[in-house]
């Protein structure tokens, strides 16, 4: 089987005089037999492979795909505009829906950003339990990306099995905040509530028996001939592509770039873990299904440990200009009333300025940058998409691969619409 | 079912003939099937899809409410569900599938942001997807529980099965309105997409 | 205050603008015309190698007074320091800039983002397009301040532009060009083919 690279030159010279961006069609002037052999197949919105509203359009030369250029927006649902019209807390319900498979680790994103801002210290018992937060999401993402990768891949057994574990990680999150998916579990300067009494016993004893399922997993899939066929050297990344791509996460690590920020930039105590951070080698599907199954096993360690050090206290600071106070003061203290009523009615003023952070994400980095003018809303709310940034990088992956190919490269990038859309 | 079939019994004998009206005994018949084999046509848009795909998993398992065959092409679907939010751009593409699909068909609007629009009242999202598709079921949540969705199925049926094949009236035949395409005059959607709740208060951004 | 700063200043010295912290983070706004050069140093000298190019954005305040800011956050892997260059457009004049995506690819789509987004164009993009809105929207540039939440159309109308499909709205003229059916397209797509034009939605306001 050999695979065929064509090149063609994809430059414009840019802008015209009159300021127009100007494009050049390629293709039908200089290689008109080119057009005529050449088909263009388009894959999406709405398709059961792509992983979300995403199109595809793909030029093949035969079965070899020669170009591909991804059509994105189908889901972009005006998030960061939507953040401009209302107060930090009301924005953690809307984090929720941007990464929708990891939404614990989304609202801890914000939540920190917002603290960053605001110059707020969380609390200890706060800390360990937002860690454990972002843990159970980084496995829940990962269980969605095996499962569906499986399936494009033809098996559908793991799909079941790791749908079961998020099952088991929707019990946990629903029993600390009531939803399953839509968790909004974090406010300024703490969470919205404390887990429940089952909470840390369900969840010990969800860390000592989902590495059995981890270890079938990998049993099915690591040294299948099925498997390793196609996933390796399929979508091949240099470290120095996956640098300048601007690539993060799995994605990047699986390139044999060792960057993960909960290491090189900590938060929430994380240089206080003890984990490791799993990086790649040869930066193709194969090894970055390696790094996504081994982070689980290192998520799951850190679980671990975070119900081991987690300690008593409050899981608010004790600002009463950020935080609600209880119902029950609220409703008999009249301190207590009209600091309830300012937050509700205006909102919690952040000072003048501007702040990012990025979180370690399943998906990447995910960065908010807050920039604040004074007022309870932000001027602008921007939210650094990992998924969106990974999949930008599909056309240069995909060239001389199959179509078969290109189906398995795009699982590999990991994206949710919702984060690539926003 | 119920008081389709009278049976006669004769001074203690067992029955000798049964009697139906062949009209009751069609669409019993026809609605059944229809109902418990509805193909589900899977429009997951956002994180509705999620929780539909976890109601299609070992947990909640709508298999066995007879959605045992996702299709994941049109032509071959019963009941088009769009899980979540939509957003203009997308507005085309459930409509064109939306007429991709031979009737009968049924359309489950699953999810705030598919029904309403949910809390995206924004240049973005088509504010409820029955602007641009006829709907049956409507399930509200964000996003709702499989059981919600079970329970959205189930109401799908209890309809299905009050439907007649008899009926004279042409089932989903809509012809749009003008030539763009609008099936609702533009003053009702205009009226059935103001802001409501939240909405009327949020829209200063200072 | 990152050190970059003072480094900055040295070589490029009235180029630079005002530098800041905020949160922890060095801020340094730097002019229009210099972009370039101070990317392309920020990049390749020794002791900056930020290779590594977190993220593009814009801001657009809501004093009028203020100018619209195009936001680069840099990032050093191997000295793992962030930070942040700013450059000041003028809201009511002209909104161009200069690309850096021949230094860093990831701006590809992140330009194209800001420009769907707040109507900057990036001067030396190879394909600037609009990306998250369809390529034939006509309500303008959503993110900036006097675009309403809810759009400049009726919903009505909205719908209405939505469902008008028009070729040229699904598909980049490039791939147009591509496909086999280049021969039955109509001779004035042809023609705007040949010329490089984008295609507009018949009869817009």
Redesign the interface.
Known sequence: MSKRTVELE???P??DAR?E?????????EHPDL??E???INIG????ATH??LRL?V?LDGETVV?V?PH???????F???G???HYN?II??T??TD??SPMANNVGFALAAE??M?IAITPRCTVLRVIACEMSRIISHM?WLGTTSIDLGAFTP??WA??E??RI?NLQEMWTGA???TSVTRVGGLMADVPGDFVAGLRHFTQTFPKTLSEIDRVLTRNAVWVGRTQGVGVLTAA?A?????SGPMLRASG?A?DVRK??PYLDYETYDFDVVVGEHGDVYDRYLVRLEECSQSNRILQQALDRLPDGPINIADPRVILPPKSRAMNDMEAMIYHFKQVMEGVKAPV????V?IENPKG?L?T?L?S?G?A?P??W?I?PPS??N???LPKMAVGHLLSDLIAINASVDIV??EV?? | MKRVIESKEVAGQSPNYLLAKLQDLVDWAVNSSRANSLWPMPFGTACCAIEFMATAASRYDFARFGMERQAFSPRQADVLICAGRLPFKLAPVIRRIYDQMPQPKWVISMGACASTGGIFDNYAMVQGIDTIVPVDVYVPGCPPRPEGLLYGVLLLHKKIKGESLFDRVPRRDEQPLDDRGLRLPPEQIDEISEPFGNSIHQFRSA | MNRSVDALRATFGPAIGRALESCGDTIVYVGREALRDVMAWLRDTPQQTYDYLVDITAVEYRDRERPLEVVYILRSLTRRTDLRVKVELDPQGDLTIDSVVSLWRGADWLEREVYDMFGITFRGHPDLRRILMWETYAEGHPLRKDFPLRGRFSRAEQVRQALAAQPEAHYSLEELSIAAAYEELPADMKERLRRGERGRLPDSE
Do not use: W
């Open positions: 994809l430059a414009t840019g802008v300021g961006p100007l494009r050049v069609p390629l293709g039908v002037a057009a005529a050449h088909m263009l919105p709405q398709h059961p979300g509203v359009v030029e170009r250029i994105l927006g189908y889901l972009h649902s005006g960061e505009k939507l401009e019209y209302r009301q319900p809307l929720d829906r929708y498979l960053r801002l110059g969605v799909f079941l749908f079961q998020r099952e929707y399953r998916l839509t592509e640098t300048n791509h601007s690539l770039v960057y090189d930039k300025g501007e702040a990012y990025g980095e960065g940058y920039v003018d007022t809303k001027v602008r921007r650094r969106f940034i999949l930008s990088v619409m919702g859309d926003r």
